[in-house]
């Protein structure tokens, strides 16, 4: 059975930072890109962030545009966990985030949902003004 479980998720200040951590089992891990989407009450689910299987040969990393410089998605393959480190957050960071995982996403494709074959089930991240 394939898992993705994300944890990590936190009522912050605005400002403030969060580590959100995905583990996955059941598939292999390293031939899988894991991508990072949140919603919004209200709105569409958007991609965040991707980070490819291999970044030495596929080298897709991946930032929505208003979170460059203040997310960093990285991979521990011996761990089977992708984490997603959120600094200087705001009120509009507000969110449940899920980590999916994808053996098909190209760079023109990675905030596609329909890429990602595997989802987690989400956590809740509340940044507060």
Known sequence: EVQLVESGGALVQAGGS???SCVVSGVD???YDIGWFRQAPGKEREGVSCISEDIRE???IYYKD???GRF???RDNAKN???LQMNSLKPEDTAVYYC???DRVTPSTVTSGDEYDYWGQGTQVTVSS
């Open 58 to 60: 596929n080298d897709i």
């Open 72 to 74: 960093t998605i990285s």
């Open 66 to 68: 208003s979170v460059k």
């Open 18 to 20: 969060l580590r959100l």
């Open 81 to 83: 966990t992708v984490y």
């Open 29 to 31: 891990f390293d031939e």
């Open 100 to 102: 999916a995982a994808g």
